[in-house]
């Protein structure tokens, strides 16, 4: 499975996020329905996360959470 790399400010500094496509769906529907921005989320998932764990990690684990939320509404 191939990674999609995207760029993008964090705190003043420019960095990239790889992801596997299915994890950029996430996150770019969520972006979409909360009409945020990619850095904003990228930025609030960066603060929130244990400083250990890598930021791809980090998006991955909060993409998975967000599908869980979701399954757990239809339900």
Request: hydrophobic share 40%.
């Amino acid at each position: 499975m191939a990674l999609v790399k995207r760029s993008l400010s964090l705190h003043g500094h420019r960095t990239s996020v790889a992801l596997e496509t299915e994890f950029w769906d996430v996150v770019d529907r969520y972006v979409d329905e909360e009409k945020c921005s990619l850095a904003s989320l990228i930025v609030e998932i960066d603060d929130n996360r244990d400083p250990d764990d890598p930021l791809s990690s980090a998006v991955r684990v909060w993409a998975l959470k967000q599908v869980e939320k979701t399954a757990h509404t239809h339900v």
